[in-house]
């Protein structure tokens, strides 16, 4: 009777104390599941503002300002401006264009707004 009493006492104990770690570990999960909760409706309150931004700056009057603020100066390309890939890729087709001046000019405009 004492070995079976001991077994049961031993079984007992080990049950509760894995109910007692079962327990720990629901109250962990729960504790992470809020944390999750937190951050899913904090990044879709960011997603929301981010859409409304989104909105703004595709509006087609912004763009439209914007284009004819910033390319003004632009032009349709001229034929002489293209080359074809056969003379781009041979030996002798050297494109001669200095685009320093270019950029000279855009980093002068650019520093002056």
């Known amino acids: ?3 079976s009493l001991l077994i049961s006492l031993s079984l007992l104990t080990a049950a509760g104390m894995g109910v007692l770690r079962l327990k720990y570990e ?12 937190q951050d899913i409706k904090k990044y879709g309150d960011d997603f929301r503002i ?3 931004e ?3 700056l595709n509006n087609p009057e912004r763009l439209k300002t914007l284009c004819d603020k910033h390319l003004s100066d632009m032009k349709p390309m001229e034929k002489d401006q293209m080359i074809s ?3 781009l890729t041979e030996s002798e ?3 001669n264009t200095d ?3 270019a950029f000279k000019k ?8």
């Open 85 to 87: 890939y056969k003379k």
């Open 93 to 95: 087709a050297r494109v």
């Open 106 to 113: 855009f980093l002068n405009e650019s520093l002056e707004q």
């Open 1 to 3: 009777m004492n070995k």
């Open 54 to 56: 989104w909105g703004c």
């Open 99 to 101: 685009y320093r001046d």
């Open 26 to 37: 629901v109250a962990l999960l729960k504790k992470e599941l809020q944390a999750t909760e």
């Open 50 to 52: 981010y859409l409304a």
